[in-house]
């Protein structure tokens, strides 16, 4: 199941445009819309909760967003952050129903230390998410894969993931998600050619200059 966690915001009816978002802002509250289930719904985000709890937030964390003590089950879709200020300048909700299915991107969590990384290979992690669908109650908040199996030159690709029964990846199933290399090592130069030129640069310091 998803982490779910909570946010409070009021509802915003009125002084819409960029002066009112001003003023929002500088009153401690983020301008937001809730899209999804029909009309969109304005509100403002507390602005310090939300600078605390946002980098929990992953594309499949379900939000309870409270507006007036209106709860709204809601995914984080887009923020706009003014990096130079360091303010969040507006949020995107979705709302999801509870008898539909969703699609969410899930993180991939790798386990384990693979036995060909033991005997000198190194893990790459190809894929970082999936594309999945289900029931909201049904969301995973990542999904976890044992790679400790996994020999050099060995692979886990996205059909071989587990998930819940309800839970469909539509991500292609030959999209390989972790690896492992082996290391490559450069050739020294044969000791030969080393050799030959040091006896180059040899000769050619003890030759005479011509005029």
């Known amino acids: 199941m998803s982490d779910k966690v909570t946010l409070s ?4 009816t009125t002084d819409f445009g960029s002066a009112g978002s001003r003023r929002l802002i500088r009153a401690g509250y983020i301008p937001a819309v809730i899209y999804g289930k ?8 507390n602005a310090k909760e939300f600078g605390m709890k946002m980098h929990t937030f992953t594309g499949s964390t379900l939000v309870t967003l409270s507006v007036d003590g209106t709860d709204h089950t809601v995914f984080v879709k887009n923020y706009q952050e003014n990096l130079l200020k360091g303010i969040i300048q507006h949020i995107d909700f979705y709302e999801v129903t509870a008898g539909s299915k969703v699609r969410a991107h899930v993180v991939i969590e790798l386990v384990g230390t693979p036995a060909g990384v033991r005997n000198g290979g190194v893990l ?45 990846i539509h991500t292609p199933e030959d999209e390989t998600v972790a690896t492992v290399k082996a290391v ?21 310091a003890a030759a005479p200059e011509t005029k």
Request: net charge negative.
């Open 184 to 204: 490559k090592v450069e050739e020294a130069a044969p000791a030969e050619d080393a050799a030959a030129a040091e006896s180059a640069d040899t000769a050619a």
């Open 124 to 168: 790459d992690q190809v894929l970082h998410e999936v594309d999945i669908e289900c029931l909201p109650k049904d969301l995973p908040s990542e999904i976890k894969v044992d790679v400790s199996a996994l020999e050099l030159n060995e692979s886990i690709r996205v059909g071989q993931l587990a998930v819940a029964e309800g839970v469909k």
């Open 9 to 12: 915001a009021k509802s915003r």
């Open 38 to 45: 029909q009309a969109p719904v304005h509100c403002a985000v």
